[in-house]
């Protein structure tokens, strides 16, 4: 068993910057692929960034060259720097852990969550 905690989100205006943790708990966080989703209201779970047990990286077209995923194994901990935010980036982010190779792109593939973190971009 896994568990999530996000932090990290808040207001900030367009052009702003964000830096979302994600801390798990478990003996086992440095075999997980971990993925970081969000949700605005009235739209569906979409993905944003993962990063696999060895570090590599997989990000949305829409944030790719703003965002950043990375892990620090020894901290238990996956991070989502956030930069030159829009507003079209406001929603709740969570993080996903799921163990093995594959790093998915699907929500439903990834088998524990966080509870998330509201993140609200001005313009």
């Known amino acids: 068993q896994v568990q999530l905690v996000e932090s990290g989100g808040g207001l900030v205006q367009a052009g702003g910057s964000l830096r979302l943790s994600c801390a798990a708990s478990g003996r086992t966080f440095s075999s997980y692929a971990m993925g970081w989703f969000r949700q605005a209201p009235g739209k569906e779970r979409e993905f944003v960034a993962a990063?696999?047990?060895?570090?590599?990286?997989y990000y949305a077209d829409s944030v790719k060259g703003r965002f950043t995923i990375s892990r620090d194994n020894a901290k238990n901990t996956v991070y989502l720097q956030m930069n030159s935010l829009k507003p079209e980036d406001t929603a709740i982010y969570s993080c996903?852990?799921?163990?093995?190779?594959?790093?998915?792109?699907?929500?439903?593939?990834?088998?524990?969550w966080g509870q998330g973190t509201q993140v609200t971009v001005s313009s």
């Open positions: 996903a852990a799921r163990g093995g190779v594959i790093v998915p792109q699907l929500p439903y593939l990834y088998d524990y």
């Open positions: 990063i696999s047990w060895s570090g590599s990286t």
